[in-house]
């Protein structure tokens, strides 16, 4: 289910990603494959979900987020994913 604020993000976006047909002179022209496979890989992206983000902004302002617990566990991951 989208909200309002996330369908008019969108369509902000794609309105945004416009690829003119004539670049100015001074721009170097985008590679439209590559423009065009990035804006079917964020079509594909989960919609915000604008309260989660809300909530976790309320969470960092009250320091609430960040435990040594989640922080410990952020960097065992992080080293995992490097293999150290």
């Given at each position: 289910m989208k909200n309002d604020d996330g369908e008019l993000m969108k369509q902000d976006l794609q309105a945004e990603a416009h690829v003119p047909e004539t670049p100015p002179p001074f721009v170097e022209?985008?590679?439209?494959?590559?423009?065009?496979?990035?804006?079917?890989?964020?079509?594909?992206?989960?919609?915000?979900?604008f309260e989660k983000v809300q909530r976790m902004r309320e969470l960092i302002a009250e320091g609430k987020l960040e435990t040594p617990e989640r922080v410990n566990g952020t960097v065992r991951r992080l080293?995992?994913?490097?293999?150290l």
């Amino acid at each position: 289910m989208k909200n309002d604020d996330g369908e008019l993000m969108k369509q902000d976006l794609q309105a945004e990603a416009h690829v003119p047909e004539t670049p100015p002179p001074f721009v170097e022209p985008p590679d439209v494959a590559e423009t065009l496979r990035l804006l079917e890989k964020v079509s594909r992206m989960p919609d915000i979900r604008f309260e989660k983000v809300q909530r976790m902004r309320e969470l960092i302002a009250e320091g609430k987020l960040e435990t040594p617990e989640r922080v410990n566990g952020t960097v065992r991951r992080l080293m995992e994913e490097l293999g150290l």
